[in-house]
């Protein structure tokens, strides 16, 4: 079966950086467009970026733009999301997802993702 494991979440200052990891097994990882969300306490869960199959396209929500990355080793296996600048809103639970099918190129709608990891906290101290 499909698993997505996140890490590197933690707790950091104001203006400071993380990278999050997402490992993926149980199916051709490089077939898939992957998505990272956010869930913040009381709050929905929103996406943060998304990225094609291949990496060569990515899309970002406009809070995230400029300041985070997403990027992706298929030969590894593995997504990224690199925080820079990191601001107290962006605490949260941080989730990797992936969609069941190839249709996708960089979905960024919640309902066009199937398989999740269990989230990593990030939290960000002002």
């Known amino acids: 079966q499909v698993q997505l494991v996140e890490s590197g979440g933690g707790l950091v200052q104001a203006g400071g950086s993380l990278r999050l990891s997402c490992a993926a097994s149980?199916?051709?990882?490089?077939?898939?467009?992957m998505g990272w969300f956010h869930q913040a306490p009381g709050k929905e869960r929103e996406i943060v970026a998304a990225?094609?199959?291949?990496?060569?396209?990515?899309w970002y929500a406009d809070s995230v733009k400029g300041r985070f990355t997403i990027s992706r080793d298929n030969a590894k296996n593995t997504m990224y999301l690199q925080m820079n600048s990191l601001k107290p809103e962006d605490t949260a639970v941080y989730y990797c997802a992936s969609p069941r099918t190839t249709a996708w190129d960089t979905p960024r709608s919640i309902a066009a993702y199937d398989y999740w990891g269990q989230g990593t906290q990030v939290t960000v101290s002002s």
């Open positions: 149980g199916r051709t990882f490089s077939s898939y467009a």
């Open positions: 990225i094609n199959w291949s990496g060569r396209v990515t």
